[in-house]
């Protein structure tokens, strides 16, 4: 018994060791189109363990009227930066037009310009942002 007990702890201990934990989602935020009929989602993932530690933010868009799909739109890589740096800040410009607005030193990994007739566009802040908003 004491032996079956062993392998299954030195099991568990190898998969966390080769895998790490699994995400963690640190911040989430959305902000829906002027006309409501489109939804964007952001958040912010952060994995930890050894070789696959990672911040990673991403944007999705969802049309509200009909079909559950989600798009991701934008994937940020905010590995050098902490937590608190690794938002964004979504504004509808228009009911077409989405802007993201984000801070720190990510890499922007993926990046829609234009889906399902929404124009997404990206601003850097060199000052960052402050918990999703313009650090004033």
């Known amino acids: 018994m004491r032996t079956q007990k ?9 998969c966390v060791l080769l ?7 640190i911040w989430s935020a959305e ?7 489109w939804l964007a989602t952001a958040h912010t993932e952060q994995f930890s363990g050894p070789g696959n530690a990672g911040l990673y933010t991403i944007v999705d868009l969802k049309w509200l ?15 050098e930066d902490t937590p608190d740096k690794a938002t964004v800040k979504m504004n509808w410009l228009t009911p077409t037009h989405l802007e993201v607005v984000y801070g ?9 310009v ?8 990206v601003q850097h802040l060199s000052g960052g942002l402050t ?5 004033k």
């Open 65 to 79: 009227r009909g079909s559950k799909r989600v798009t991701e739109i934008l994937s940020f890589d905010f590995n």
């Open 6 to 14: 062993a392998i299954s702890l030195a099991t568990i201990a190898v």
């Open 19 to 25: 895998y790490g934990c699994g995400p963690t989602t």
């Open 131 to 135: 918990n999703g908003k313009n650090s």
């Open 114 to 121: 234009k889906g399902a007739g929404i124009d997404i566009s």
């Open 31 to 37: 902000a829906r189109s002027p006309d409501g009929l």
């Open 104 to 112: 720190g030193n990510p890499n922007l990994g993926f990046q829609v």
